[in-house]
């Protein structure tokens, strides 16, 4: 079965173990994170095939990413260089509020460049899902994203997009029309409900912004709503799903293991209505525990939370 394949930057993950100010932390753990190799790892975990296209520094953290993403079984083709490997620090605030501080200006995720592309990983794929931070990166690297694009659709290959504006990357000015580019060439396109607004400006309400999305060429377009669940609109019809209640610890990662888990359900064939509430299972349960992909949860963690078969293969 041919499964997803991704490409961008994963980074070193620094992460504070308990609550307060980074400053008053004695230890950080280390782990690995990455929107597009989340996304991976939640499509793994769900027994469906999975490959990550991306550069890492000839360094321990690039080991240690390469390695966590292989122990995970994602297939993992990266040029190694000697640019160090990129790191992410996060802390949770008092209060709960988690944040991110990258440290990757420069780093291997923006040497990224077509040639890294192996085109027969992507055309044997059965969807090729990219995110709007790798573009973030720099010029070349958006250029990757937009070849990796090109290949998809030339070998008749699925293409998913995972909005994830990141603000602290790019101001909406100079993201608003890659990202906005990269949706009109998209098949399925994941929006959060606080970045819709930025691809749809003159659509009054979230229907009419996901109806503008639609009207670019996007097959399905699917709003996460955080807590509120979610909701798709495909073929003009709007399809909702309410969020799954859980005891939040770690907010981080969960639109990527939904993303991961609707187009693990897409691969299988499943309908819109199992490919969202999978999706809800697997970002409220992407929640409760620390790691932005830890929490992603296997076939049998998914079909205990739901009380069902899950999606077996
Ligand atoms: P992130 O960027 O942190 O990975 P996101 O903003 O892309 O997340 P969210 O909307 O926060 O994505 O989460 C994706 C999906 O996961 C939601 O649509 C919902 O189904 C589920 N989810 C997220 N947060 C919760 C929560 N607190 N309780 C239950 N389900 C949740």
């Known amino acids: 079965m041919t499964g997803l394949v991704t490409v961008g930057e994963t980074m070193a993950l620094l992460s504070a173990p308990g609550e307060g100010h980074l400053r008053h932390q004695r230890s950080l753990d280390l782990r690995i994170g990455g929107a597009e190799s989340n996304a991976a790892i939640a499509v793994r975990r769900l027994g469906t095939p999975a490959a990550w296209i991306g550069r890492l520094g000839r360094d321990g953290m690039g080991d240690l990413v390469e390695s966590t993403l292989r122990g995970e079984g994602v297939d993992v083709h990266v040029v190694r260089t000697d640019t160090p490997t990129s790191i992410m620090v996060k802390e949770r605030r008092p209060g709960g509020a988690t944040h991110v501080r990258y440290y990757r200006r420069g780093g291997p995720g923006s040497e990224l460049s ?8 992507i055309a044997g794929a059965g969807i090729l899902h990219v995110t709007g931070i790798t573009p973030a990166l720099s010029a070349s690297a958006a250029e990757t994203v937009f ?14 997009f995972d909005v994830n504006w990141r603000p602290t990357l790019w101001a909406a000015t100079d993201a608003t029309p890659v990202l906005h580019e990269i949706a009109s060439r998209a098949d399925v396109v994941f929006v959060g409900d606080d970045e819709v607004e930025l691809l749809a400006p003159r ?20 709003v996460k709503r955080g807590a509120r669940g979610a909701v798709a609109l495909l073929d003009d019809v709007l399809v909702e799903q309410d969020a799954f209640p859980v005891r939040v610890v770690d907010p981080v990662g969960a639109g990527d293991a939904f993303a991961g888990a609707y187009l693990a359900e897409l691969l299988a064939g499943s309908p819109v209505e199992q490919r969202l509430r999978t999706a809800a299972a697997c970002g409220a349960l992407a929640t409760t525990i620390v790691g932005d992909w830890e929490a992603a949860p296997t076939v049998d963690d998914l079909a205990t939370f739901l009380g069902g078969p899950g999606v077996r293969r």
Not at 147 to 159: F, K, L, N, S, Y
Not at 203 to 222: F, I, M, S, T
């Open 147 to 160: 070849a990796a694009i090109e290949i998809a659709r030339g070998a008749g290959v699925d293409v998913s």
């Open 203 to 222: 659509a009054d309400n979230e229907l009419a912004q996901a109806h503008a999305l639609a009207r670019l060429g996007v097959r399905e377009v699917v």
């Open 114 to 121: 077509p040639r890294d592309l192996d085109e027969a990983v």
